[in-house]
């Protein structure tokens, strides 16, 4: 069986004003992130993993954020879009495993939400997405509290 690897990661500022959205979630908070689409960065990290390990490029070059018609967009149905693509190489996901890096607020509240967010759009097991969560340790954008990183990796297969 051939396994395929893929890495993605992102990030954006946080700002008064926005969302916190985390894997499709809306987190309750009085800071959200900043960016031309809804700034999602869990999602965006496993688009990008998805399209690093089907050799499909980056989240940017399929959804410039140069074009008004992702300004605010869903970062969900941008996955979902990312889904067929990934589907048409002859691959399908096995697992995603994915770390949000900020200083507050506390994920572990909403983790299970935002894993079944995740498997419902990807179409796999609920057991095959794992979330985890990290602070910056007060060092860095993210430890200062002026962001949240992202980062997901996934696996892919030749499907049968």
């Not at 990661?9 to 809306?26: F, P």
């Not at 995603?96 to 990807?122: F, G, N, Y």
């Amino acid at each position: 069986m051939t396994v395929l690897s893929g890495i993605g990661y992102d990030s954006h500022r946080l700002a008064r004003g926005r969302k916190l959205i985390l894997g499709g979630v809306q987190i309750p908070g009085d800071l959200g992130l900043e960016g031309h689409s809804d700034a999602d960065v869990l999602t965006h990290a496993v688009i990008d993993a998805l399209l690093g390990a089907s050799g499909l490029g980056d989240i940017g070059q399929h959804f410039p954020d140069s074009e008004e018609r992702y300004r605010d967009a869903d970062s969900l149905e941008l996955l979902a879009a990312v889904l067929p693509l990934v589907h048409a190489q002859g691959l399908e996901l096995v697992n995603v495993d994915a770390t949000v890096v900020m200083e507050r607020p506390k994920l572990a509240p909403h983790r299970d939400a935002i894993r079944e967010s995740l498997a419902a759009v990807l179409g796999i097991a609920l057991a095959r997405v794992n979330v985890k969560a990290s602070t910056g340790e007060g060092i860095g954008f993210v430890g200062r509290g002026e962001g949240v990183a992202a980062v997901a990796v996934v696996s892919l297969r030749v499907a049968d």
